[in-house]
């Protein structure tokens, strides 16, 4: 299968756009709206100019003999070449053979197109949906594709789905197709693929489904940092959209009759998927030592902030006599928590210090303390990212 095009209906970068991720989008981060060549028989879609596109990749579309569409061609007027059979969409659940061999089925979306199914003469299946598109039902998949493409950036409920049903499972090769100007090209591309499993190959790639190739290696333990409204949340949010029935674990409870944290709170559950699950709770440890769905863990800061209040940490004297000992006796059970969980888990706290001294001996107890616990929990994950003015910098992982 050769990737003609992998960006969205208008390409990347836009025509006419002059934000950064277009004025960066150049070389392998130029992208032609997404079309695929299947077994030089079977073309998905149409791109500007297919039979260069096609020769460019050392193709041919002279052999076509089947051409579908899976949306409404809205982008850049698109070359239709001369002796191709005229394209056509698939009434949702038909199914259709090409003379090549292959079976294409039709998959109803829960937004306007057409997903195909394609299975080969070989018997390897791979999975094709549009942009902006997610399966409207997919109970009757037999086992997980071999390769699904996908807007991984901006439908990642989409891919949550796939997996939730079995459709798309620990082997299966997820590549990201209609990309276009909401992430920046390059390495944050890579890197925010990446984390949920996928990854995004240049215009031209050919690809054989079925072959083994190293899918990315999701972390099961992250610990996201950032200051003040830095954007560590969404970040720890988007590690997961990809994954289905996400527990989120609220460590901040509730605070009856403080509306601008009820309106904080409320904006926080409006961004995450509807099929997430929301616990307040600071009780940790059970979360982690049990199976399940994967847990969003947010925040550190506020469950040290229980901690100290439970160990008396506040009071100089209980914390020389006893609160100190108590305290790590709590921070060391967490991490210890963390190191065994069976769980993917992704952490947020808030990174601390800067120079800044607080003015209280409390304030800087916590501070110390929070960095410590800051310092454990990186430790023991694969993956630990800060977070500055909304830009992810990796530090491990």
């Not at 299947?38 to 998905?44: E, G, M, N, Q, R």
């Not at 190959?201 to 190739?213: A, E, I, M, Q, S």
């Not at 969980?341 to 003015?359: D, F, I, M, W």
Request: glycine share 12%; hydrophobic share 40%.
């Amino acid at each position: 299968m050769t990737l003609l095009g992998t960006g969205a209906p208008e390409g990347l970068p836009r025509p006419g756009c002059p934000c950064a991720s277009c004025a960066t989008a150049t070389g392998d981060d130029a992208r032609a709206a997404t079309a695929l060549l299947v077994d030089d028989a079977l073309l998905l879609d149409l791109t500007p100019g297919p039979a260069f596109a096609a020769a460019r990749a050392g193709r041919s579309v002279a052999g076509v003999r089947q051409v579908l569409l899976s949306h409404p061609h809205d982008g850049p007027a698109v070359e239709f070449p001369a002796g191709l059979p005229t394209p056509v969409r698939v009434p949702d659940g038909r199914e259709l053979s090409v003379i090549s061999g292959h079976r294409v089925r039709a998959v109803a979306l829960d937004a306007p197109g057409t997903g195909y199914e394609v299975t080969g003469p070989d018997g390897e299946r791979l999975l094709y949906l549009p942009p902006g598109g997610a399966p409207a039902g997919m109970s009757g998949a037999p086992g997980p594709y071999a390769m699904v493409l996908l807007d991984a950036v901006g439908r990642p409920d989409a891919l949550a789905r796939l997996r939730e049903t079995g459709a798309a499972g620990p082997t299966t090769d997820v590549v990201a197709v209609h990309l276009d100007h909401d992430t920046p090209p390059g390495r944050e591309l890579h890197r925010r693929l990446a984390a949920v499993g996928a990854r995004a190959v240049p215009d031209g790639t050919t690809l054989v489904v079925g072959d083994f190739h190293a899918v990315p290696d999701v972390p099961r333990r992250t610990l996201v940092l950032g200051g003040a409204r830095s954007g560590k949340s969404v970040e720890a949010e988007r590690r997961l959209d990809a994954f289905p029935g996400v527990l989120y674990v609220a460590t901040s409870g509730s605070r009856e009759g403080d509306l601008d944290w009820a309106a904080r709170v409320a904006r926080h559950r409006e961004r995450r998927p509807g099929s997430w699950r929301t616990a307040e709770t600071c009780d940790l440890v059970p979360l982690l030592a049990a199976d399940g769905p994967p847990l969003l863990i947010d925040c550190l800061a506020l469950w040290l902030t229980d901690a100290m209040d439970s160990v008396g940490a506040w009071d100089d004297a209980t914390w020389h006599n006893g609160g100190a000992a108590a305290l790590a006796g709590r921070v060391a059970e967490l991490v210890a928590a963390i190191r065994a969980t069976p769980r993917t888990v992704v952490l947020v706290s808030n990174e601390v210090g800067s120079g800044v001294v607080p003015a209280t001996a409390s304030g800087r107890r916590f501070r110390d303390e929070l960095g410590r616990l800051n310092a454990m929990v990186g430790d023991e994950c694969e993956h630990v990212v800060l977070v500055v003015a909304g830009q992810a910098l990796p530090l491990r992982g």
